[in-house]
């Protein structure tokens, strides 16, 4: 068998030793200092991502002892606003917070996939190369947000290392490190449903091995089994069990089970399959270019690649689960590609390049695979002098918008971005506060009325409304209808502001 095999020859061979070193230190400095420097210009913007903001504004409200779904709703785990929560409270400022947050998710993703190629066979310089890789890639498909897809990335891979290592072990896996694997797994899917794949392919790619090597027998296995499933699910099961002590069951069960549910059968404005993929692989065609270097590989990088072929279908299932496909999406890809690209470019060095000139080859090679991602990030925002030239749009509706507001006002952001409440410092009037759970077109996710609960917002009423007349198409005509007549009944313009030419307005109660 294709993964079996992998597994005996990887436990036949001398194990990596991992103790920490030098140039352990050194390369962990590298590749955290690596992912700090390439993020950082997404700490000027205070909007990459829609959803990112959603983040924040979940955060924010949990700071101060608002829980998630009761107090603002969404339809993804709450690992998320629960990480960013952190990132919070120890930052003042919320966008700086959450990019942040995702340099250092981002850093402890490269180190961890590190530390695997070393557990997997991969030299010291292979080994950094598929963390140098993971970062850079990380800068594309919308990957400059502290998005989903970077948040629960240190988790999977940490569960890869503790699952796949487990194959050079002499004995059965042990019991302590399957239970250390089930919870950060449980912590992946604590933060999105669409990780049990990845997590699920890793298991079974290790009990294959371990079956076939003779090291398991079957009764032990179900004991194994169920240590992973008790780490698994307890993340979870624990925050379910929060909600049905203080009486919310029902939201929780609303937000993470059900409402994702009914999104995937959703039809939305998500670009279709072949135009996602359109989009989404150009950009990570450098890694899978570098993959076919491995039909070169020595016998260990082969060895490493049966191991981790499955993490990867894992994950471009993953990719495909939801039925959209948003750019962002495709990060899921990036670890396990990461790793195979490093494998494989160091295989098609030494077989094309003569050896007295192969680390300098090398060297070259991972320059451009690191340095051409990172010009496709910097050129746009180059061109617009990283957003240095003039003030941020977001931030500058937050600002007016909280020049109008009192201490007990209320600001409504009817249909523009959501992290404008925690940039103005105020907690929405509505649980569903993302424009498009509360106004768009797939009112079904909410699990109520949701036309009413924008009647009851507008009836409040709030003190300054926020409109970009721009995205009315992204609006139902009923919600649409009722904002229109309420802004015209009862508010006066405060202000304009101009985002790329194109007006947001400001309107302030008469």
Not at 78 to 92: M, N, R, S, T, Y
Not at 199 to 228: C, D, E, K, N, Y
Not at 239 to 252: I, K, L, P
Not at 311 to 340: E, N, R, T
């Amino acid at each position: 068998m294709f993964i079996a095999r992998a597994g005996q020859d990887m436990a036949a061979g001398a194990p990596v030793a991992l103790i920490a070193r030098p140039r352990t230190l050194t390369s962990i400095l590298v590749l955290m200092a690596a992912a700090l420097l390439l993020r950082a210009p997404a700490f000027i913007a205070a909007v990459t991502d829609p959803d990112e903001g959603l983040y924040v504004v979940q955060a924010a409200s949990w700071l101060r002892g608002q829980w998630p779904y009761i107090w603002v709703w969404d339809m993804h785990p709450p690992g998320a606003p629960a990480l960013l929560a952190l990132a919070q409270a120890v930052v003042a400022d919320p966008v700086l917070a959450a990019r942040l947050a995702g340099c250092l998710a981002v850093g402890a993703t490269a180190c961890l996939l590190r530390a695997l190629a070393l557990r997997l066979g991969a030299e010291p310089a292979t080994a950094l190369v598929a963390g140098l890789l993971y970062v850079a890639h990380s800068l594309l498909n919308g990957g400059l947000a502290t998005n989903t897809e970077l948040l629960f990335a240190p988790f999977v891979v940490l569960a890869a290392l503790l699952l796949l290592g487990e194959v050079q072990h002499a004995g059965p896996p042990r019991s302590l490190l399957v239970l250390a694997a089930g919870l950060s797994a449980g912590m992946a899917l604590w933060v999105k449903q669409v990780t049990a794949l990845e997590s699920s392919a890793l298991w079974l790619t290790m009990v294959v091995v371990a079956l076939a090597q003779g090291r398991l027998r079957w009764p032990r296995l179900f004991g194994l089994a169920g240590l992973f499933a008790l780490g698994a699910g307890a993340p979870t099961l624990g925050v379910a069990a929060g909600y049905w002590a203080s009486g919310h069951f029902a939201d929780w069960l609303q937000g993470n089970i059900l409402a994702p549910l009914a999104y995937v059968g959703a039809k939305d404005e998500a670009p279709g399959l072949r135009l996602g993929l359109a989009l989404g692989l150009p950009p990570l065609s450098a890694l899978l270019l570098a993959c076919c270097g491995l039909r070169f590989a020595d016998a260990t990088a082969r060895r490493a690649a049966r191991l981790l072929l499955p993490w990867l279908a894992a994950a471009v299932l993953a990719v495909g689960a939801p039925g959209k496909y948003y750019d962002h999406y495709f990060l899921i890809l990036v670890p396990p590609l990461s790793l195979l690209a490093a494998f494989g470019l160091t295989a098609a060095i030494r077989f094309a390049v003569r050896q007295e000139v192969q680390r300098g080859a090398f060297a070259v090679a991972v320059a451009l695979m690191v340095g051409i991602p990172t010009v496709a990030m910097l050129q746009p925002r180059l061109a617009h002098g990283l957003g240095l030239r003039g003030a941020d749009p977001v931030r500058q509706v937050a600002r007016l918008a909280a020049a109008e507001l009192g201490p007990s006002d209320t600001l409504f952001v009817a249909n523009w971005h959501t992290v404008t409440y925690a940039l103005a410092g105020k907690a929405p009037p509505t649980r569903f506060a993302f424009p498009m759970h509360l106004s768009g077109t797939e009112p079904e996710l909410a699990g109520t009325d949701i036309q009413a609960e924008l009647e009851r917002v507008l009836a409040l009423p709030p003190k300054v409304i926020v409109l970009d007349p721009n995205r009315w198409g992204l609006i139902r005509d009923e919600a649409r209808r009722a904002i229109e007549a309420a802004v015209a009944r009862d508010y006066e313009l405060a202000g304009v502001v101009s985002d790329g030419g194109r007006p947001v307005e400001v309107w302030r109660r008469r």
